[in-house]
C-alpha cells in the first residue's frame, strides 16, 4: 500500500486527471471521484495502468451523502489522507435575468458546499497526516473569474470567489496544525469546460491542464515552514 494517499474531485478528465497523475507519479494512492461512472473509470484504467494504486468513487459531489461515501470508501482502502484536492467544478453562464435555479442550486452545490463539507469530513485524517510530517495539503481549484466579477458567468465566478475567501479562511484556522490550503486560480485551460470560448481563444493559447499540475507538484515539495495561499495562472496579456 501507498505511504501516502489523495483523494481528487472531478477527476475524470482535465486539471483534476492532470493532477491525479502527478500525484501518481509521486507515488500516492488515489482516490478519485466524479459525477460520470464511465468517464471516471476509462480515467481510472488509465491510471491503473501506470501502476498506480486507484479507488473510484462515482456519484454528485454536491451531496452530502455522496461527499462522505467518498472519503468512507478512500480511508478503507488507504487508511490515511495526506492530500485532498477539490477541483470538481461546474460552469454554466447565463444573463441574470435567465439565471435557472436549479443551474443556480448545481454551481453552489458542486463548486462551493462540495468544498466546504470535503473540508468537514476530512479534517479529521488530515489532522493525523499534519502530526506525522506536518504538512498535509488541501488544493482548491477556483478560477481567476473568482478574482472579479463576470458578465454572462456571474454564479460561477461568486462560486469561485468563494472558494478563494474560504481557502483564507481555512488557511487561518488549520495552517499552524499542518494543514497547508491553496487556492488555484487559472484562466482559460484547455479542458472541455472551455470549449465554449475556443472559437476565440485557441485551445494551443491556453493554459495546460499538466501547467496546474506542475505547480499543485510544488506544492507538494515546499517545506512545512513555506505555504502558499494562492496561485494565479495568466496568459500572455491578461490582466492581473
Not at 501507498?2 to 500525484?23: H, K, N, P, Y
Request: charged share 25%.
Amino acid at each position: 500500500m501507498a505511504d501516502r494517499a489523495a483523494i481528487v474531485t472531478g477527476a475524470s478528465s482535465g486539471i483534476g486527471l492532470a493532477i491525479a497523475e502527478m500525484l501518481g507519479e509521486e507515488g500516492y494512492g488515489l482516490t478519485i471521484a466524479a459525477r460520470r461512472p464511465e468517464k471516471l473509470e476509462q480515467a481510472a484504467e488509465g491510471l491503473r495502468a501506470k501502476g498506480y494504486e486507484v479507488e473510484v468513487v462515482a456519484g454528485p459531489l454536491g451531496e452530502e451523502e455522496q461527499v462522505q461515501e467518498v472519503v468512507r470508501r478512500h480511508q478503507e482502502r488507504f487508511g490515511r489522507l495526506d492530500v485532498l484536492v477539490n477541483n470538481a467544478g461546474v460552469g454554466i453562464g447565463a444573463p441574470v435575468t435567465e439565471i435557472e435555479t436549479k443551474k443556480l442550486d448545481i454551481q453552489l452545490g458542486v463548486n462551493l458546499r462540495s468544498i466546504i463539507l470535503f473540508y468537514r469530513e476530512c479534517v479529521p485524517l488530515l489532522r493525523e497526516a499534519a502530526k506525522e510530517h506536518k504538512s498535509a495539503l488541501v488544493i482548491n481549484t477556483a478560477s481567476i473569474a473568482g478574482k472579479t466579477g463576470q458578465a454572462w458567468l456571474s454564479v460561477y465566478a461568486a462560486t469561485k470567489g468563494a472558494v478563494v475567501n474560504f481557502t483564507q479562511g481555512m488557511h487561518k484556522e488549520l495552517s499552524a496544525e499542518g494543514i497547508k490550503s491553496t487556492a488555484l486560480c487559472p484562466g482559460f485551460v484547455d479542458t472541455p469546460m472551455t470549449d465554449f470560448v475556443k472559437g476565440q481563444v485557441p485551445a494551443e493559447e491556453m493554459i495546460t491542464p499538466q501547467d496546474i499540475a506542475e505547480a499543485a507538484r510544488l506544492l507538494l515539495k515546499v517545506s512545512p515552514a513555506c505555504i502558499i495561499p494562492e496561485i494565479q495562472f495568466l496568459r500572455p496579456g491578461d490582466a492581473a
